[in-house]
């Protein structure tokens, strides 16, 4: 709080809490309210002024590195300091299972599926996959089992067992 003399050049030095911005800053003087920007100043006036400061509440941005993933309808891609908890969403990627979200794209540390606005910054978030596997049953020419193989998806099945054969029919 600064306590200036009548003539005195007066300089505004406005520090918002976490979160927020200083908008607009006016002071009220003889009954007239001034708007003046931050980075001025002003010669103190014989009798007293009161200066008032708007705030904005600020919005972070939040990025999701899908790699290759889809994300769901619905998700947040914004939020501030007044949210309680940021869920994050499940992408989906044909044939891979969702693994988690990591805060760095070499996956290190736990997955992430939710964080406190309270952690004021954009963020961004790196999505990791696991293939998904395919159990697939060879059947002989009667339906009955031959062989069973698991295989990635995209991999191609391939029965390597020996060479079915079917009795003859003459």
């Known amino acids: 709080k600064q306590t200036p003399n009548a003539g005195e ?9 976490q979160g927020y911005e200083a908008k607009k800053c006016y002071y009220i003087i003889e009954g007239n309210l001034e708007e003046f920007e931050f980075t001025d100043s002003f010669v103190m006036p014989a009798e007293n002024i009161e200066i008032f400061v708007v705030y904005d509440l600020v919005s972070y941005n939040i ?11 619905t998700y ?5 300091i007044l949210d309680v908890q940021i869920n994050l969403p499940t992408p989906t990627k044909v044939g891979h299972n969702f693994a988690g979200w990591f805060d760095n794209d070499k996956f290190e540390g736990v997955a992430i599926s939710f964080f406190a606005g309270s952690q004021a910054g954009g963020k ?9 596997q395919y159990a697939v049953k060879f059947l002989n020419y ?29």
Do not use: C, M, R, W
Not at 76 to 80: D, G, I, K, L, R
Not at 124 to 132: G, N, S, V
Not at 143 to 148: R, T
């Open 76 to 80: 947040a891609s914004t939020y501030t």
């Open 124 to 132: 961004t978030f790196y999505a990791l996959y696991t293939l998904q």
């Open 9 to 17: 050049e007066v300089f505004v030095n406005i520090t918002p809490d």
């Open 142 to 170: 009667d339906g009955s089992e031959i062989a069973v193989s698991n295989f990635k998806y995209g991999e191609t099945a391939v029965y390597t067992g020996q060479t079915p054969t079917k009795p003859s029919t003459a």
């Open 63 to 73: 990025t999701y590195v899908l790699n290759g993933g889809t994300l769901p309808e």
